[in-house]
């Protein structure tokens, strides 16, 4: 049976970097495979966009479960910084800063922290403790990522900030970018970090804490390592050794030879003060926990274990996920964190259904290349990079896509996307699903009406990677 669409407007409208979007969302009629059941909405995030889908009301749903907060970003920021883990206020500390410029470490764009709501006024505080504008540095934590443009910058921090203060991407590869610092890390490699941030009188890290599928937690020290360190550390921090580790996974810390590094890192070089962001599943500001480090990060920390990484009670024959929206979802790359964040909750050779809007296309082209040269034969890629051979970059991300190949193959594991054509898509390991605007994801609908029919159990993630299922 043809599944007709209608495509239903809602007036909806979601700011982010204070830019509105309206919300376009599709509702699928229910179907003949669906008619006698009792059947829910469940709405997954894509690109800009919420894509409402029909599912049985017996799904397993992975929803983070996060209260709304009642207080604007900029007051949680004044209260947090007033009132911080450690008991030492932001005031007291900025007085006590060494000759310097103060550099606030900020994420990319691939993180959706909404800056232009809080950081106007922490500069504010900076400035009422008598510091100058000309001191005042934002340090953009790219790690391996490209530099921002002119106009995400201003999407980020609003044309006030970036027309008055002095905004620096870092660069990984840049040797007049870097400084060496004393000691190793936990791994005993050398370190290098940016030299703006290692020569400063006063050190403020920023970051958005949520589970991640490397180091277990993104946030707090993440910042330094892998935002601010030079390539060779990268490489490291990124490298088949680490990633090959069972406990280089979402939401493990203890053992985690990623979080081992970084950490080791972050204590070589630490920040004066900390602010870490907790975001709601409507990707507002939810908390703030600044302070100390490592205090402040971990209380950010169990409070978002608590909220979004539920544990598995019973295992999918089937995972449909966001890959968490934009801005995480704009290239394939990021949307890999998606599948991965399904593992725990589906049984081995089950099938991963995944969505990103992708409207960046596929990543850097060293991924992209990396990706259609092993096209179909991955196990040659583990093989490869197992060996020694040359580090690549972004190779990391076809490693951790290989753990999802390795538990669904590629025949279970789907990919819809209007962002990438389909000869491209067709060659990214994945069962290519292209979307044009005409079909509006209909046969998504339609492969979950068959797998109803095949009574298979189905898991759903809204949210993407933004929750994330556990082992019991």
């Known amino acids: 049976m043809q599944i007709e669409c209608i495509i239903v407007s809602l007036l909806k409208i979601c700011i982010f970097e204070s830019?509105?979007?309206?919300?376009?969302?599709?509702?699928?009629?229910?179907?003949?495979?669906?008619?006698?059941?009792?059947?829910?909405?469940?709405?997954?995030?894509?690109?800009?966009?919420?894509?409402?889908?029909?599912?049985?009301?017996?799904?397993?749903?992975?929803?983070?479960?996060?209260?709304?907060?009642?207080?604007?970003?900029?007051?949680?920021?004044?209260?947090?910084?007033?009132?911080?883990?450690?008991?030492i206020s932001f005031a007291d500390r900025i007085k006590g800063r060494k000759r310097g410029?103060?550099?606030?470490?900020?994420?990319?764009?691939?993180?959706?922290?909404?800056?232009?709501?809080?950081?106007?006024?922490?500069?504010?505080?900076?400035?009422?403790?008598?510091?100058?504008?000309?001191e005042i540095i934002l340090l953009v934590a790219t790690g391996m990522h490209r530099p921002s443009t002119t106009i995400e910058k201003i999407r980020m921090f609003g044309e006030y900030i970036v027309n008055n203060y002095r905004i620096i991407d870092h660069e990984c590869e840049n040797e007049k970018e870097l400084q060496k610092i004393e000691g190793r890390s936990w791994s005993g490699s050398k370190v290098r970090l940016n030299r703006h941030y290692v020569q400063a009188g006063f050190r403020v890290i920023t970051g958005l804490v949520e589970p991640h599928f490397m180091a277990g937690f993104s946030g707090g020290r993440k910042a330094i390592?892998?935002?601010?360190?030079?390539?060779?550390?990268?490489?490291?921090?990124?490298?088949?050794?680490?990633?090959?580790h069972p406990k280089a996974s979402n939401g493990i810390l203890e053992d985690n030879p990623c979080h081992l590094e970084n950490t080791s890192i972050a204590r070589m070089c630490p920040p004066d003060f900390a602010i870490n962001i907790v975001l709601d599943n409507h990707k507002k500001i939810n908390s703030i926990f600044s302070g100390e480090l490592f205090?402040?990060?971990?209380?950010?920390?169990?409070?978002?274990?608590?909220?979004?990484?539920p544990k598995v009670l019973k295992s999918a024959d089937m995972a449909v996920t966001s890959s968490g929206g934009y801005p995480l979802d704009a290239t394939f790359y990021q949307c890999v964190k998606g599948m991965v964040n399904c593992l725990p909750?589906?049984?081995?050779?089950?099938?991963?259904?995944?969505?990103?809007?992708?409207?960046?296309?596929?990543?850097?082209?060293?991924?992209?290349?990396?990706?259609?040269?092993?096209?179909?034969?991955?196990?040659?890629?583990?093989?490869?990079?197992s060996n020694s051979s040359p580090f690549i970059k972004d190779q990391w991300q076809v490693q951790m896509q290989?753990?999802?190949?390795?538990?669904?193959?590629?025949?279970?594991?789907?990919?819809?996307t209007s962002g990438i054509n389909l000869s491209d898509l067709s060659l990214l390991s994945v069962q290519p699903h292209y979307i044009s605007d005409e079909k509006n994801f209909e046969s998504l609908q339609a492969q979950i009406d068959l797998a109803v029919t095949n009574k298979k159990q189905i898991a759903f993630f809204p949210e993407g990677p933004y929750c994330s299922p556990v082992d019991t």
């Open 345 to 385: 909750a589906i049984k081995d050779q089950g099938e991963i259904v995944a969505l990103g809007g992708c409207s960046e296309g596929i990543g850097s082209p060293e991924y992209s290349d990396l990706l259609k040269k092993y096209s179909g034969r991955y196990m040659q890629f583990v093989q490869d990079i």
């Open 402 to 416: 290989i753990r999802v190949l390795q538990k669904t193959g590629i025949k279970n594991l789907h990919f819809y």
């Open 225 to 244: 390592c892998p935002g601010l360190v030079s390539l060779d550390t990268l490489q490291k921090f990124h490298g088949f050794e680490f990633l090959s």
């Open 19 to 87: 830019v509105s979007y309206c919300y376009s969302v599709s509702i699928f009629p229910q179907t003949e495979t669906l008619k006698n059941l009792k059947l829910m909405n469940i709405g997954l995030q894509y690109g800009l966009e919420e894509i409402i889908l029909k599912a049985p009301d017996d799904s397993i749903i992975y929803k983070s479960k996060y209260g709304c907060s009642i207080k604007p970003a900029d007051v949680l920021l004044e209260e947090s910084t007033a009132n911080s883990i450690d008991r």
């Open 101 to 134: 410029d103060v550099v606030i470490v900020v994420s990319d764009m691939t993180r959706p922290i909404p800056y232009r709501e809080f950081l106007p006024r922490f500069i504010s505080l900076l400035e009422l403790n008598g510091i100058e504008k000309k």
């Open 295 to 309: 205090e402040s990060h971990h209380e950010a920390v169990e409070y978002v274990k608590n909220a979004c990484c």
